[in-house]
C-alpha cells in the first residue's frame, strides 16, 4: 500500500503549480481579506502518491502568523488535505508563529467542515468581504455551484503559542 508523501515545493514543480491554481481557482491570484497574492509565488508543500502529485498547499509568514492562501486535493480519501494541513502547522510551530489562519467563503461549507474537523476554529465573519474582492478580481463567481450567494469571508484559525 503507498502513503501519501509530503514535499517543499521547488521551482521545477513551477508549471504544475500553476495548472492547478489556474484550474481550481481561476487564476494564480487569490484574494483574502482585501489582498491580492500571487500564490504561485509562495512557499508551500506538494503531496505526492505514486509519485505523482495529487495536492498543493501555499501559505504566506507575515509577522507571527502564517495565512493559508491556497489548498488543493486532486483525489478524494487518502488524506491529502489533512496531511498537507498537517505540515503547515508544524513549520509554523518550528518557526514559533502565534497562529495559522485561513479564509473561506460562506458558502463552503465542505471546507468549513474540513477545517473544524482538523483543529481550526471560526473567529470571524467578515460580511460582504467578497464585494471588495470582486473588485480586485472581478472573475469571483456571485454564486456557488448550489445557487447559494458568495457573500461572505469566514476567518478560522489555530492558536500555536
Known amino acids: 500500500m503507498h502513503k501519501v508523501q509530503i514535499r517543499h515545493i521547488s521551482e521545477k514543480n513551477y508549471q504544475w503549480i500553476t495548472g492547478v491554481l489556474k ?3 481561476g487564476s494564480v491570484k487569490i484574494v483574502s481579506r482585501g489582498k491580492i ?5 509562495l512557499p508551500g508543500f506538494i503531496a ?6 495529487v495536492g498543493l498547499i501555499t501559505y504566506s509568514i507575515l509577522n ?3 495565512e493559508i492562501i491556497s489548498l488543493d486535493s486532486l483525489q478524494k480519501s487518502l488524506g491529502i488535505g489533512s496531511s498537507l494541513l498537517k505540515e503547515v502547522v508544524n513549520e509554523a510551530k518550528r518557526q514559533k508563529l502565534k ?5 473561506t467563503t460562506n458558502d463552503n461549507i465542505y ?3 474540513f477545517y473544524i474537523k482538523q483543529g481550526f476554529k471560526l473567529v470571524a465573519i467578515h460580511k460582504n468581504a467578497l464585494e471588495k474582492s470582486r473588485q480586485l478580481k472581478p472573475g ?11 457573500k461572505d469571508e469566514i476567518e478560522m484559525e489555530i492558536e500555536l503559542f
Open 111 to 113: 471546507a468549513q467542515q
Open 48 to 53: 505526492y502518491f505514486n509519485n505523482q502529485p
Open 140 to 150: 469571483i463567481p456571485m454564486l456557488s455551484k448550489e445557487g447559494i450567494p458568495i
Open 99 to 103: 497562529r495559522v489562519w485561513l479564509v
Open 37 to 41: 497574492t500571487s500564490a504561485n509565488k
Open 23 to 25: 484550474e481550481r481557482w
Open 64 to 66: 507571527d502568523e502564517c
